[in-house]
């Protein structure tokens, strides 16, 4: 994991997500992320296949979602440093920094100043 990805992480956020569609996708797919972690915690408690796809199927069409918002933006993301950074930055985009910037009002405020 990155040295301090929190405040990293947060420090690049809103020049990373001012495009009107990335901000929407991200209010649209960041919920759909917590669904399918929620299954997956649901799965691995009863042992069920069916949750584990379901969920996996969220993740991954959250992580497409948001990336085809994020290559919209002016300003390009750091490229990731291997796989552990990619799950580490996800991760805690979807837990964090996003819900941060939603209540932080920064989610708006970057949706009023959209292109």
Not at 57 to 82: I, K, M, S, T
Not at 91 to 100: A, D, H, L, N, S
């Amino acid at each position: 994991m990155r040295k301090g990805l929190l405040d990293w992480q947060w420090s690049l956020y809103p020049g990373g997500h001012r495009d009107r569609v990335n901000l929407l996708l991200h209010i649209l797919t960041v919920p759909l992320f917590w669904a399918g972690t929620a299954l997956l915690v649901v799965a691995l408690l009863r042992g069920a296949a069916g949750p584990v796809l379901a969920g996996l199927a969220l993740w991954l069409a959250a992580l497409l979602a948001q990336g085809q918002g994020h290559q919209r933006e002016r300003e390009a993301q750091v490229p990731f440093e291997g796989p552990l950074d990619f799950i580490s930055r996800f991760t805690v985009e979807q837990f964090i920094t996003f819900p941060r910037f939603l209540l932080s009002g920064g989610w708006a405020r970057a949706l009023r100043d959209a292109r």
